[in-house]
């Protein structure tokens, strides 16, 4: 028999080799990793390439693969425990039948006979698993037609194969897994037949994550997971609460669960995802001028092992869209996103649910049965693996700051995972970092008091028009993962031996979700990405009339990089490749500056329209340079300082700081990280140390050192104002006699007064939503106290604290604050 199988190589030989040629003018897989042949750590040892389910198609691609990194051929034969084998390949899931392709039964009999033939010998024989999915190449694009052949979770057959070979030939992904020994896996207590069997489920496991973190899940069981979800006895135990023994009830509550299943869950379509992708691809390259990725290689290091939660900023509706066309060209899993029920409108909303959107309420409130069908189904999805995409601020930054984590989704993701802790959680951080956005004109007209749109297939449409602008570009960082079992450890560590499954909420739930919280929000701001128009904006926007020399510019701008670079506030961060000119021409070519030439120098500014639509774009980078800026601010009125009456400053108004920027620092480390930014300063020569007694000068008056100093104090200014201006109100009415509401409400109109009579008549500067949590933060710091009556109380200190204010603000905008009365009638409304 050998003889005739040794005719049979010598007559197909010249034929595959000529099928092997044709093959690689067409077929071009993308592989990953960019050098497989790293993923072998025994170069000594003998290796063995594992297919899924095989075909002349995957061998070929493999093949060329191999030659081209300096691998062994997958079809040359090799010594291996003292046997010789024909092939370096098997197929796992090997394929029987001509027409009808069916997994053949009883495994893979290659393997099986390897297994055999190792025994306890194992040492020199290294498993390699090879995935190949055609049609599932990032940065490809392809027809309507090409996309029905594209990589799915069914079995096909040689006609669909070989179309998808034709169609996909160049759109091919291609990955190489860390070698696995097989001594590793086979012990030598076990019999052939046992350790065969571990050997298939090991490769199998291995094979369905890696499919599972390149496609996303099998979903052809969706009505199972609907009826899954029925039968989750938190839901029964809720049905029979409020239907009792009535049957009728039962029937009238089973029948409400399932239309609250239809209404929430996703219908995941893969023809629809890459339909949705080439228009998308389309999309971005016609309003961007590029999408600039940082740090997604951690997306690929946790994608085959845990169940990814993304919790990105929410800057735009184009966040939900731009996050999954990542992870597809990346060729990781698309993300189940959490929508609003706002967005289910008639066209939009089933297009957004076969993208992955699962829909819920604004309100859980008064409907117990509902919050438990979403519980249910939030555990069934991360149960089966699938990753989660929702946004914890709740709805779009209207200023550009982070918004206060929501609890809501955290709770439920937390709660969910401590009744069904199958598969580890990851919490990641996303950053989204636009150069304009299609928003921004409704943004400000709802911080000046205008009433939120609601969204609409008509508001959708209007939006269009406007895509055919240059929006710049898009920056999307990935941030420092946050592993859930850890955050569980440090608040609870006994959380795995607490009783559960009741679907009562543990008290120990808050403090988690509280933490993760922070540590999200911390994150997402760690992540940041500096971009050209954020620091024009961080510039122009400190000046009085956002007006400025080119020279100037120039000048502030590189001052501005390299203070980001030498107070680094995290590694995350991504700076531009730009210099100050380029970065000038950028502005000029979105339309964000101007420039009026002079023979003294050309001179740089915006319009005051612009210049209100930058503050959004100031404020995405605001938290980077604040500790620095806020001493900068020390020595605006002052020429003098020592550093330990600089750190009793910087404790004072941190806590406000870190509240309205989430900055990272906890307030011990605030000394420590004043100390780092003088150093800065110093190292810039912004300050001077003087030997004596430790005080810090600023340069001379009048000197260009001087000037960047008060510039970089300027973008600090704001907020102690807003500062300033809520404990004069408080002192100018007394203790005890204003309301939290009514005293955020005068702080608002002083704020818009202040900002229309000295600077620019911005909402950003009177947002009431940064009154409010100011003097939360207030109370929460017992500066200020609620007496029983629920008016808010403070002693003498809270004078002392407005002294401290000359160190920083002019006389003119400190007597305007102190002269401010608000009628009555005019707070009432």
Known sequence: MLWLMDIAKFILRPLYWLTGKVFGIWARPLVQPDNPLELIDNTQAEVCYVLETGGLADLLALEHACAKYGLPSPTESFECCGKRLSRRFVVLRPLSGFFFRRPAPGGSRRLRNLVEAAGANTNDLLLIPVAIYWGRSPDKERSLFKLWFSETWDVVGRTRKFFATVLHGRNTLMRFSHALALSSIVQDELEPAIAFRKVSRILRVHFRKRRTATVGPDLSHRRSLARQVALAPNVRRVIEAEAGDDPDKVAAAEKKVQKYVMEIAADVSYPAIRGMVRVLRRLWNQIYDGIELGHTERLREMANEKVIVYVPCHRSHFDYLLLSYICYEQGVQLPHIAAGINLNMPIVGPILRRG?????????KGNRLYATVFDAYLEQLLSRGYSIEYFVEGGRSRTGRLLSPKGGM??????????????????????????????????????????????????????????????????????????????????????????????????????????????????????????????????????????????????????????????????SVTMPDLGPDEIIAHGEKLNVISRTTHPMGDVIHMAEKTAVLLTYFRNNILHLLAVPAAVACCFIQGRQLSHSELQRLLNLIYPYMAKELCLKWRDD?????????????????????????????RPRAGSAQAYQLMMLGQSMVPMLQRFYLVIAILVQHGSGTLSRVRLERMCELSAQRLSMIYGLHSPDFFNKTLFHDFIRKMQDKDVIRRNSGGLLGFDEDLVGIGTDARLVLGEEIRHSILSLTVPEEQVDQ
């Open 356 to 364: 992955g959107a699962f829909f819920l309420r604004r309100s859980f």
């Open 410 to 571: 955290l709770a439920m993701t937390v709660g969910s995972y401590v009744e069904n802790p199958k598969r580890p959680v990851v919490f990641v951080p996303v950053y989204f970092g636009y150069e304009r956005l299609i928003e921004g004109d409704s943004f400000i007209s709802e911080l000046g008091g205008a009433e939120k749109q609601k969204e609409s297939l008509l508001g959708l449409v209007r939006s269009i028009k406007s895509l055919r602008e240059d929006f710049g570009s898009v920056y999307v960082n990935i941030g420092e993962p946050i592993e859930l079992d850890e955050v569980l450890d440090r608040v609870e560590p006994r959380w795995r031996e607490l009783p559960g499954g009741n679907g009562e909420r543990p008290p120990w739930l808050n403090g988690v979700v509280d933490e993760l919280g922070k540590g999200i929000m911390g994150g997402i701001n760690a992540a940041a990405a500096v971009t050209p128009i954020s620091l024009l904006a961080y510039v122009l926007l400190a000046t009085p009339k956002q007006t400025i020399g080119a020279a100037e510019l120039r000048a502030q701008l590189q001052l501005s990089i390299d203070l980001l670079s030498r107070f680094r506030y995290s590694d």
């Open 669 to 697: 480390e605030v000394d420590k990280v004043t100390t780092e930014a003088i150093d800065a300063l110093v190292g810039q020569g912004l300050l001077m140390r003087k030997r004596r007694k430790g005080d810090l000068n």
